[in-house]
């Protein structure tokens, strides 16, 4: 369990390597992509707390397995989706556009849609004292999603989009991929000082049991060859060498 003070926001390790993330402020709390239900609702009512809302990146069950179980237990409860995705995320009340800004816990949070992985994922960016993007299945740290449903083109432009946003934005993915992504990394690029510095980073905290993410933009540009992809040419050639990758 990792806890980010500033915001407070603690993941929780659930099935393989899924986090659930749980930002809480004021006894209410917001969850991102409940796979499922059970470590939720123990988390909030060990500390007494109330759930006030649910983001969902996308429809992969991984993703979306305990949001019916938190609407029985908190029938008022609002479900934030991709109005895209009514029909394989039923149960959103409140459905989301790209670009669109919500008030979440006092908070701004804006939608950034970020396809590829499926035909409509979505992202949701606090630009907060320190930035906080919940990113879902888009990037991880040292890889990035499987293109499912969209284009190369698509997960490349969704990749610039990310990039975009202020260096210091900490990074909430679905997740804990960051080991397996740097050793197939450095199957490319065997010399690369900077990413045989963040495995190394990644072990000890492994091996202590802390997870791996957030992790911080600026950090993410400089070992993910995703990110510093120069083209569509070569961000192809590394999702298809990765996809084969065992
Ligand atoms: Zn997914
Ligand atoms: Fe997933």
Not at 192 to 205: A, M, R
């Amino acid at each position: 369990m990792e806890f980010n003070k500033a915001q407070n926001i603690i993941g929780l390790r659930v099935l393989s390597d899924n986090v659930i993330w749980v930002w809480e402020k004021d006894k209410s709390v917001v969850v991102i992509d409940p796979s499922v239900h059970e470590p939720v609702i123990r988390y909030i009512d060990e500390n007494n707390l109330h759930l006030e809302a649910i983001l969902q990146t996308h429809h992969h069950s991984d993703h979306i397995g305990g949001t019916k179980y938190l609407i029985e237990r908190w029938p008022n409860v609002k479900v934030i989706a991709s109005s895209k995705e009514k029909t394989r995320i039923p149960f959103q009340n409140v459905s989301v556009e790209d670009g669109e800004t919500l008030n979440i816990l006092g908070e701004e949070v804006k939608i950034i849609e970020v396809l590829g992985h499926t035909s409509s994922h979505i992202a949701f960016f606090l630009n907060g004292k320190i930035p906080v993007l919940f990113i879902g299945d888009t990037l991880f740290s040292g890889g990035c999603g499987r293109i499912f449903e969209g284009t190369y083109k698509q997960m490349y432009s969704s990749l610039k989009k990310i990039k975009s946003l202020p260096k210091n934005t900490l990074i909430y993915c679905a997740h804990e991929y960051t080991k397996a992504n740097l050793l197939w990394a450095l199957t490319l690029k065997p010399k690369d000082q900077d990413i045989k510095t963040k495995l190394l980073q990644v072990e000890k905290k492994l091996s202590i049991n802390e997870l791996t993410i957030p992790f911080l933009l600026d950090e993410e540009i400089k070992i993910n060859l995703f990110l510093r992809a120069k083209n569509l040419k070569e961000f192809t050639f590394l999702r298809e060498n990765k996809d084969s990758w065992v």
